[in-house]
């Protein structure tokens, strides 16, 4: 028998397959070719691990696919098979919110993450639940803690010693991450490329020079909304990184026109950079990257010239306003 059927056709055929709960002969659902005599091909026949794995369920959010295991038992272990080789975890894909169960049970099996998004899981959160699946993906690449505030340092301690090849870490608001932590992140974790450190107010200057010293291949920075950040800190960031292409500064109210210039001269591939609420940050400095088309979030002040035109030869006031 011949079957001619295309990953959109197996992607539709998924689908259907969300909107019941329960079929009545459970997984012989679907038949994916006519009826040749005897035998009929149904979705769950088809090879597991070679075809609806890689060409399936790949292309499903995580929230249609916990609605999938309860179509059957047999859905429920082909759902599970997937979960522990899935590379890539969004939580935000199932909602604002994932249960502390569900995320449990979904990842107790996986050791071959590369991507761990958790953003949905700020809420409950804690080093308890985390440090369980950083123990057993040591191939992490990427990882997204933003707002996840119950965790502590030792989260952080445990990515770096577990995650030699991380490159990418979100800890934006994570109030918990000191210089210590980040030390250690830095010796442990040479690859990293972008590291977003957004109201980690614990942090100063000398803790972010530790992690540009020793990580030149950075291309994505934030020290936004960090009132201890300075100069220092931005001019060791110029000079250590020359492939830095975003770099944000948002709120940092000590960073001044001194270090924006060292920005660029030094890295001649920057992209772009926020200096927003960064009242010390004025166009003298500013205007050297715009020309270079670096994307700044603050607008260019207008060069206001009043030319005022006397009235005995006829002519009203006229402004002239000129960019």
Request: glycine share 4%.
């Amino acid at each position: 028998m011949e079957v001619e059927s295309s990953s959109g056709d197996l992607l539709a055929a998924s689908s259907a397959l969300l909107s019941t709960e329960h079929g009545a002969e459970g997984h012989r659902l679907l038949p994916l070719a006519k009826d040749t005599g005897s035998y009929s091909l149904y979705l769950l026949d088809l090879p597991w691990e070679d075809v609806l794995i890689p060409h399936v369920l790949c292309h499903l959010p995580v929230q249609q696919l916990l609605r999938l295991q309860r179509v059957s038992k047999l859905f429920q272990s082909l759902i599970e098979l997937y979960l522990a080789n899935c590379r890539c975890f969004d939580s935000t894909q199932v909602g604002l919110y994932l249960p502390k169960t569900a995320f449990c049970r979904m990842l107790k099996d996986n050791k071959v993450l590369q991507k761990l998004d958790l953003r949905s899981c700020s809420d409950w959160l804690t080093d308890s639940e985390l440090l369980p699946v950083i123990g057993q993906n040591q191939n992490l690449l990427q990882i997204n803690l933003n707002k996840c505030t119950l965790l502590t340092r030792q989260s952080l301690v445990a990515i770096s010693l577990s995650c030699p090849h991380l490159q990418d870490i979100t800890l934006g608001h994570c109030e918990w991450v000191d210089g210590l932590s980040l030390r250690i992140l830095t010796d442990h974790c040479k690859d990293l490329e972008g590291v977003n450190l957004t109201a980690c107010r614990q942090l100063k200057d000398e803790a972010v020079c530790y992690l540009v010293q020793k990580s030149h291949r950075l291309k994505s920075l934030s020290l936004a909304v960090n009132a201890n950040i300075c100069d220092v800190a931005v001019e060791e960031t110029a000079k250590c990184c020359p492939d830095l292409e975003h770099l944000d500064l948002t709120g940092c109210l000590r960073v001044k026109n001194e270090s924006i210039r060292m920005l660029a001269e030094y890295c001649p591939r920057l992209l772009s950079l926020r200096v927003k609420y960064c009242h010390n940050v004025t166009e003298s400095s500013l205007d050297v990257l715009r020309k270079r088309s670096v994307e700044i979030d603050v607008e260019p002040p207008l060069r206001r010239a009043l030319v005022i035109l006397p009235d005995d030869i006829g002519f009203a006031p006229f402004i002239n306003l000129q960019i």
